[in-house]
């Protein structure tokens, strides 16, 4: 099998002098995705949940590496000036794992999704990385087969992911099937269902629960002692206050099903279609809850990661070869 090419690898990934310092002090560091910033919020609001979001990480205890690409190069750590740029310009596109060596071999700017911000969280050397839903199995995939990359790079990438859930328009069911399949952890943080992103309750039982995240820290770098290959997830539901309600929204989501049916969308048009569905049946709140999910899993980013820095204060945390910004 290739092996990574260090120098490569030095000449493509640039560290923020933040994240450098605290990667090769073993200090606590967030992986964040920009996907959301470009694509998740319209402007001036993507920007201001960016930075909410790494506020958020800073008062868990950790700093937060917002991670996108722009011009050949893996950026890990934006900065202010940076964000802006990504949040006003049009027409970024989304990069998964499969498209980053295309997207870097091409130049020009690229938005990480959850897949492609663990891929290059592990490279430099990131322990956790917080999103506010992941992707998973889409509703009708024994169908259409349609499945989340997510899924995949969870079994590829040491990299421990706290999140929401998946995203409420997928089946969660058949998504913690296949976690499960695959063999990845999965532990609910305080809670006994595996939550729906911006809705508390899925009905779908967590397969384990714990309540501290120091004993979730322990498990994480338990599964990598023990040999395990990929990350583990750690859910945990959206606060009661900024929940929306999931009978709503479910309601709203099997309408806008057979109405896509009846008209033959499939596919991306058909996730569009349930996006705007659920935001029409919101009036909008389906955003702030958005925004409210990204902060929400950030701070619990910040405090895992900074748990576990402290299970080993002497180990510096997987650093990779890379240049400062």
């Known amino acids: 099998m290739p092996?990574?090419?260090?120098?490569?690898?030095?000449?493509?990934?640039?560290?923020?002098?933040?994240v450098h310092a605290a990667l090769a002090s073993?200090?606590?560091?967030?992986?964040?995705?920009?996907?959301?910033?470009?694509?998740?919020?319209?402007?001036?609001?993507?920007?201001?949940?960016?930075?909410?979001?790494?506020?958020?990480?800073?008062?868990?205890?950790?700093?937060?590496?917002?991670?996108?690409i722009e011009d050949g190069h893996l950026l890990v750590g934006l900065d202010r000036e940076t964000i802006q740029r990504f949040?006003?310009?049009?027409?970024?596109?989304?990069?998964?794992?499969r498209d980053l060596p295309f997207a870097l071999a091409r130049g020009g700017k690229g938005a990480t999704t959850v897949a492609s911000s663990l891929a290059i969280a592990e490279l430099a050397g990131i322990a956790v990385f917080a999103s506010a839903g992941i992707?998973?199995?889409?509703?009708?995939?024994a169908q259409s087969w349609d499945v989340s990359a997510d899924l995949v790079q969870f079994t590829r990438s040491k990299v421990a992911v706290v999140c929401a859930g998946a995203k409420t328009i997928l089946d969660l069911g058949l998504t913690v099937e296949v976690l499960e399949t695959q063999g990845v952890p999965l532990v609910t943080y305080g809670f006994d269902e595996v939550p729906a992103f911006y809705c508390r309750s899925s009905g779908v039982p967590s397969p384990q629960r714990l309540d501290d995240m120091a004993t979730i820290a322990r498990a994480v770098d338990l599964h990598w002692a023990l040999g395990g290959t990929g990350g583990?997830?750690?859910?945990?539901?959206?606060?009661?206050?900024?929940?929306?309600?999931?009978?709503a929204i479910e309601t709203a989501i099997l309408d806008a099903i057979a109405a896509a049916e009846a008209e033959g969308i499939a596919g991306a048009g058909l996730t569009k279609r349930l996006m705007r569905a659920v935001d029409a049946a919101t009036d909008g709140r389906s955003s702030r809850a958005n925004a409210a999910v990204l902060v929400h899993t950030a701070h619990l980013g910040g405090r895992l990661a900074a748990a576990?820095?402290?299970?080993?204060?002497?180990?510096?945390?997987?650093?990779a070869a890379g240049v400062l910004a």
């Open 308 to 319: 576990y820095a402290a299970l080993a204060p002497s180990r510096p945390q997987r650093a």
């Open 135 to 141: 992707g998973g199995v889409h509703r009708g995939a």
């Open 26 to 68: 073993g200090r606590p560091v967030v992986a964040l995705e920009s996907n959301v910033i470009t694509h998740g919020l319209p402007y001036p609001d993507n920007v201001e949940t960016a930075l909410a979001v790494e506020a958020a990480v800073r008062a868990g205890g950790a700093v937060p590496a917002t991670i996108a």
């Open 3 to 18: 092996q990574i090419d260090p120098q490569r690898l030095a000449e493509r990934l640039v560290l923020a002098p933040e």
């Open 87 to 97: 949040a006003t310009e049009p027409g970024i596109p989304k990069v998964s794992s």
């Open 232 to 247: 583990v997830l750690v859910a945990a539901p959206i606060p009661e206050a900024d929940a929306l309600d999931g009978e």
